[in-house]
């Protein structure tokens, strides 16, 4: 718990803020002290919802100024609590809303902070281009998140991770003053790159308030199908061929095993496999291409000689764009698959494509071995890596008996990813939940350096105060 918020701190920032700036009512408070897996639930003296970036550095600088600790929060989607006060401030973002540039010749847009990524992929699309990141929140997830968290989602073999979208960002930093670094260039070799070190900080070296984001062209040609396979030994073959094929038009490869695509069919309504017979992998694969025909016809291609060859077992090509979406949702509600089924441990991992199959090997086997009975999971983006590794408890086991081995069975995960030189967090971040445990598998010397740019930044520690060492 941080110390105590003064109480003439909490009234000179109501002041600042006016009426509809600020909210200590606990119906309002609530939905913003809760992760939506209900895993952590956190305190706030006050919630401030500023509504320009003037505001947002005028509550910085009072809390700067009287050492007050602030916890910034977007659309409050996180998955790793970073989000989630306990006694600071929370500063939401959600009211920083505006739009205020969109231009399809610098193929660049300046969206505020609390500006949805459904929102801002509706932008997009009216000067006729595409805001490529892409993740199953975008309706209440925010651009600020989105860069504090560094998100990553479905189209990251295609077009990288949310640090690769953006050019330019406007912050508020720990002393309260404002940064103007919306800059829209693609080339700006004049040192340091302080929008990098802010992207992918969690909100400890400032509240980003505005960016400038990559546009990019639409395509003419989508083609998506599910696959159905016997290993994901056999996808990333297919995975390799897939970009043979296409010259780099795959936008998406998402691997999913056969008890994450069966829970999810049968627990979200509306789902049903495309398949006429289960298999023991699947994957969905999204082709996409400029010239009108060319997606359909490289997957085509792809598949018939996949088939030819014993690669893969069946496959099922969506016929119109409900079908596309329809194929997309499944993929998507793997996490809401799993909801029914009780007490669950996820893990958010990455470790270089070809490892991929060793890695869910191994960790199986340590998984089952000691804990008998677990029933594992494993789907995501397996097309840059990354794997979410989710652990659901026994069938009528306890959920609190299952919770209970959380972080061991965590440890036997994450050595196994560490031993493949991967990530323990590959787009979640580490938040309160990883912060901790990012210690033992961190260099000590790259960790001594991020303590000694936070220090500089913010030598109170007053954003952020609990993550990221």
């Known amino acids: 718990m941080t110390k105590p918020v003064p109480a003439d701190v909490v009234s000179r920032i109501k002041a600042v803020l006016g009426e509809g700036g600020w909210s200590q009512d606990p119906d309002v408070l609530a939905p913003h002290l809760v992760e939506w897996r209900g895993r952590w639930r956190g305190e706030t003296p006050l919630l401030v919802t500023p509504r320009t970036t003037a505001e947002v550095a005028a509550v910085v600088g009072i809390c700067a100024a009287e050492g007050v600790a602030i916890t910034p929060q977007g659309g409050n989607t996180g998955l790793v609590a970073g989000q989630i006060p306990h006694g600071e401030i929370l500063l939401s973002t959600t009211k920083l809303k505006a739009v205020r540039d969109v231009d399809p010749i610098d193929d660049a847009m300046v969206l505020e902070a609390g500006v949805t990524l459904y929102e801002a992929h509706q932008q997009a699309a009216r000067v006729g281009r595409r805001f490529t990141v892409g993740v199953a929140s975008e309706g ?54 302080l929008k990098q070190l802010l992207i992918g900080a969690e909100g400890t070296l400032g509240i980003v308030t505005a960016a400038s984001l990559k546009l990019h062209p639409l395509l003419a040609s989508r083609a ?27 936008e998406a490869f998402e691997l999913m095993g056969l008890l994450g695509f069966a829970l999810t069919v049968r627990n979200v309504p509306g789902l049903r496999d495309p398949l006429p017979t289960e298999h023991p992998w699947y994957v969905l694969i999204e082709i996409a291409s400029g010239e009108p025909g060319t997606a359909e016809a490289a997957l085509e291609r792809l598949l018939a000689k996949a088939l030819g060859d014993g690669l893969i077992a069946d496959a099922a090509v969506a016929q119109t764009e409900t079908q596309m979406k329809t194929f997309w949702h499944i993929r998507e509600g793997h996490s809401a698959g799993q909801k029914p089924e009780g007490a669950v441990w996820k893990h958010d991992i990455s470790v270089p494509v070809s490892k991929i199959p060793a890695f869910i090997e191994q960790a199986d086997a340590a998984l089952e071995e000691a804990f008998p009975g677990v029933r594992i999971i494993a789907f995501g983006h397996v097309g840059d890596g990354n794997v979410h590794y989710d652990v659901l408890k026994p069938v009528g086991a306890d959920d609190d008996a299952h919770d209970a081995q959380r972080e061991q069975g965590a440890r036997l995960v994450h050595d196994i990813t560490a031993s493949f030189s991967g990530s323990i967090s590959a787009e979640h971040g580490l938040g309160a939940m990883k912060t901790a445990e990012a210690l033992t598998y961190k260099d000590p010397i790259e960790v001594a350096a991020l303590r000694a740019i936070r220090g500089a930044l913010d030598p109170q520690r007053i954003m952020n105060p609990r993550i990221l060492f």
């Open 224 to 250: 998506v199908a599910i696959v159905g396979l016997n290993s994901p030994a056999d996808a990333i073959q297919l995975l390799a061929r897939a970009k043979d094929e296409t010259g780099g038009g795959v």
């Open 140 to 193: 209440s997830c925010t651009i600020g998140g989105l860069i504090s968290t560094n998100a990553g989602g479905t189209a990251v073999l295609r077009y990288g991770m949310m640090r690769e979208q953006v050019l330019g960002i406007e912050a508020v930093l720990p002393n309260g003053e404002i940064w103007n670094g919306l800059k829209r260039l693609r080339k700006d070799n004049t040192g340091y790159d």
